[in-house]
Structure formats: C-alpha cells, structure tokens
C-alpha cells in the first residue's frame, strides 16, 4: 500500500513536535524544581542564621530571656542572663527543667504576671519584684507574651526580664533623701523659703512659715514677699531688691528685716539669702529667723547697761572726789609735817654739834637712831608730796626728746656714779608728746631704781630703747641688777610696796607708784618683767599724738 509522502512527512513532523513539547515541559520542570530547591535551601540557611543569631542573643543578652510553662511555671529554655538575674548557682543549661518557685521567692501572687499576660493578649510590659534564694531584693521589668511550645504544644510564656532593681534602689534613696529633706525643712522653727530667681516668686516653704505667718499656703503663695513686709518707711521693697540683686551674684546675704504675721504683728527677723541650683534650675533660698525674743532681751540689757552706766558714772565720780580728799588729806598732813621733822632735825643738830661731848656711847646711839628715822620720814614726806603733785598739777605736754632727758638725767646723778662702773646703751627713742617736766620725775625714777639695784654688781649695764608690739611703740628700761621674783610683779607699782628690804636697798617704796601715775596720766601704761638675779626691765607705753615716730 503506497502511503503518500506527504503523509509521511507530516508523521515526522508531528512526532518531532511531540517530542519538542515533551523536551519543553521536562526541561520547565527541572527548572522550576532546581528553583524551588534553592530558593528552599536559602529558606534554611537564612533560618538556621536566624537561629544562631537568636542563640547569641540569647546567650550574650544582658538582659533575662526565658520561657516557661503557663501552668507549672518549669523553665524550657533560659539564658545567662537570667542566671546572673536571679544570682543561680549554675549554668543557664541547669537552669532549665528547674521550676521558678525553687530559684526564686515570690513577693507577689504568682499568677499575676499571668492575668496581665492574659487580659492584655499581646506583649505585656510589668514591673515585678521578688527575692532571690539568698534573701536579696531584685526588682524587674518583666516583657511577655503568651505563646506554645512547638515540641510539646504546651501552653507557654516567653519572657525577656531586664533588672532594675539599682534604678529602684535609687529611687528609693531619693525618696527617703527627699523625705528627710521635707522633715527637716519642716522641722527647724526657722523659716525656710524657695523663691524664684527672676521674680522673687514663692516656690516653695517650710511648715514654719504657715505657722509664724499665721497664713494659709495659698494665701503666703498668693501674696509673695512684699505681702508680709512692714508698711511702716524702713522696709522697703527697694532695700530688698538690693539684697536679692547681690544674692543673684552669689553673695551670701545677711541682713535683718521684719514681716508682719495676719494679726498685723511686726515680727524683727535675722534674714539669710543664698543662691542655689534645685533640680537644674537656679533658686533663692531664704533663711527667716524671728529674733522678737532677742530683741526684747536686747532692749533689756541696753535698758540695764544704760542703768549701770550711769551707777559707774556716778561711783566714778564719788570715788575721784574721795580720792581727791584722800590725795588733799595726804598733801596736807605731808606738808604739815614737815615743820615738826625740821624741828627735830634742828634739834638733832644743836645736839650732835653742841652737846655730844655730854653724851655716853648710849646716847649718842639713840641720837643716830633719831636723826637717821627723821631723814626716813623726810624722805618718805618728799616722796609722799611728789606722788600727790604728780596727780594735782596740771599738764603742759610738748614734743620731747627722751634721749636728751635721758641723758640729762645721768648728768644730774653723776655723784651716784663717781665710783662705779656703769654702762649706758642707748636704742633708737622716737619723739613723744609729754609733760617734761612729770616725765622727767619718772625717767629720773626709773633710772634711780635701776642704779639701785645694780649696785651688787662689779659693771652695771642699762639699757634705754623702744621696739614696736602690736601696733604701738614701747618704750623699756633694763638692767643686769637682782631681779625680782615673777610672783610679785603686782606689788611694785603699789604705795609702800618693797619686795626687798631696806637693810638690802634703801628706799620708800613710792617712786614706782609715781612712776605709775604719771605714765596713766599721760594715757599710757607700764609693767615690768623680771628673773631674781638676772636683771628687770620695766616697760611703759605712751599714746601717738602726733609727736610719737612709727
């Protein structure tokens, strides 16, 4: 059967079209195979990074990150975090298995965290406090959500704890700071006001305040400052100004004031104010101390002082008037005395010259004994007379030059001088403004007194000089004589007081007192120091007016 070839030809072609389409379609769906299999294996390689990733976090995490079942609260999965959190003795692997309530002590209800998770049915954020196995507090923001477990399908939580039990703590510090700031704002009876530094605005202020006001805080807020300030011409709001004004500068300021309570009471306060920084921002602190009480002691005491005053004014003068009558009295019998002693003396004298040849050795005894007491006497009415004109003349003062009359008055004494061995060292004397002629009597006593008593000594040295002490210029005789002893220094200066006796040194025991008199009277004072058998120097002080040096 002869087949057309045609139809031959169109056989082939079909069946290579066939096969074409067959090769198509297998090549397309190992294509699309060889897609799908790396598209999966990217799937799992992406996955498994994600896993690895998870698993760093969760290993390296600061935080906690566990989960645990919903009912019986055993740890599946935890990390180290968690163990550093919850101070667990072991690794995050012993961790899990473990159930929370034996590695931690509840403070709250267990459940809670639950019922949060629950009501909120998404990721809850709580805040959560428990302790740990030894006792010690944490504190926790607790991030949760509830979720199952895909090995098991239990029901489970997973959570992330961050620790904040320092942010607590601190918290707390500051609440119990604040606390004891509030008490002790409170406590003191002073007034304490925080006050803004732009407007002198109240902020803020003690419970003190209310009470020695006697105003609500609203009302002491309402009215400021200037609402409790005396309207009486003296406190004014300008003089405060000037003091808020400064206290801004930094200046601590201390002044008094006053304010008036409700009652309308003018209270006198001591007043404080002081910049300071609260809370980052610059206040006015002022300190108010109600010193009412003070002042009415004040104005007591001024009231006695004034009293006391004028009691000491009043004895003052009684006693210079009786002293005056005493130093009259004293010049008087002084001089009244003299004629009776010069009689003596005269009588003494006839005997001594026209009748010892009559005289037994007793008599002529008795007569020295007279005529040396009557020189005693006479020399004790002189001394007398002196000291008592050294108070009652009048003051002439003049520039003068010390170290002239210093040396006048060794050229006066030389017969006391013609058979010793003394030496003069003179320092350098600044002018002074004296009477010269009662300042000579006492240089002339001083220098007497120090001759006197380095009369034991093979070479007297005394020394006349001046040096500067606390501001003022001092003046100072000393000598290398017998000294005296410390205990005595108070005795010196008085009338009739010896610290050694005449058969020793000769003397009235009145020059020092004349001393003494004359340097206060010319507004000055005088002290001596001294060592037994070392020597004395006795210093005197006189005012600067205008003649003294520096």
């Known amino acids: 059967m002869n087949v057309p070839l045609w139809e031959i030809i169109g056989g082939y072609v079909l069946a290579c079209i066939g096969l074409l389409i067959l090769l198509f379609i297998s090549l397309l769906w190992s294509w699309s195979l060889e897609r799908r299999v790396k598209t999966k294996t990217r799937e799992i390689q992406k996955m498994n990074e994600s896993m690895f990733l998870y698993g760093e976090l969760l290993k390296f995490s600061g935080d906690g990150i566990y989960r ?91 959570a992330v704890v961050k620790d904040i039990t320092e942010r607590k703590n601190s918290e707390k510090r500051l609440l119990d700071s604040e606390k004891t700031y509030r008490e ?27 009470e020695l006001t006697g105003a609500s805080r609203e009302e002491l807020i309402e009215r400021g400052v200037s609402g409790f300030t005396p309207n009486d011409g003296i406190h004014t ?6 003091h808020l004004q400064r206290a801004k500068q930094g200046n601590v300021e201390a002044f008094e004031w006053a304010f008036v309570d409700k009652a309308g009471i003018v209270h006198p306060t001591e007043t404080t104010l002081k910049l300071a920084t609260i809370n980052g921002v610059p206040r006015l602190l002022a300190t108010v101390r109600d010193i009412s009480e003070r002042k009415k002691n004040e104005a007591e005491i001024e009231k006695y002082k004034n009293h006391l005053q004028e009691l000491v004014v009043e004895r003052t003068n009684q006693l210079e008037m009786a002293n005056k009558e005493l130093e009259a ?16 003396n005269g009588f003494v004298q006839i005997l001594s010259e026209e009748e010892v040849e009559r005289l037994d050795d007793e008599g002529k005894r008795l007569l020295k004994i007279i005529k040396d007491n009557a020189s005693k006497m006479g020399e004790l009415i002189n001394d007398l007379l002196t000291l008592s004109r050294s108070t009652r003349v009048a003051m002439k003062t003049a520039v003068t030059d010390l170290t002239g009359m210093f040396n ?69 005789i000393k000598d290398n004589g017998v000294g005296f002893d410390m205990r005595y220094k108070d005795k010196l200066f008085g009338v ?55």
């Open 68 to 158: 645990y079942t919903y009912d019986e609260g055993k740890i599946l999965l935890a990390n180290d975090g968690l163990v550093k959190i919850l101070d667990f003795k072991g690794t995050s692997e012993e961790l899990e298995g473990k159930y929370l309530k034996d590695v931690l002590i509840y403070t709250e209800e267990p459940g809670s965290v639950r019922r949060a998770a629950n009501a909120q049915g998404e990721i809850h954020n709580y805040e959560y406090h428990f302790k740990t196995l030894k006792g010690e507090d944490r504190w926790v923001i607790h991030n949760s959500l509830i979720t199952r477990d895909e090995r098991t399908g239990k029901k489970c939580i997973d």
């Open 408 to 476: 006048e008055i060794v050229a006066d004494l030389k017969d006391q001088l013609a058979e010793r061995k003394v030496k003069f060292n003179l320092g350098e004397i600044p002018p002074v403004s004296v009477d010269p002629t009662l300042f000579k009597q006492a240089m002339t006593n001083l220098l007497i007194n120090a001759l006197k008593f380095t009369r034991t000594k093979p070479e007297a040295i005394i020394e006349f000089g001046s040096n500067r002490q606390k501001g003022e210029t001092v003046f100072y």
């Open 329 to 344: 009295f004293a010049y008087s019998v002084s001089h009244d005395l003299q004629v009776p002693l010069r009689a003596i």
């Open 184 to 210: 002790i704002f409170n406590a003191n009876n002073d007034m304490f006001l925080i006050q803004d530094i732009n407007d002198g605005r109240i902020i803020d202020f003690s419970k003190s305040t209310e």
């Open 496 to 550: 009739f007081q010896r610290l050694h006796s005449a058969e020793e040194f000769e003397g009235t025991g009145v020059g020092l007192a004349i001393v003494k008199r004359i340097v206060q009277r010319h507004g000055g004072s005088v002290w001596a120091e001294g060592k037994v058998g070392e020597g004395a120097t006795f210093y005197f002080t006189l005012p600067n007016k205008g003649g003294e040096g520096a």
């Open 237 to 242: 709001m300008d003089k405060i100004v000037e």
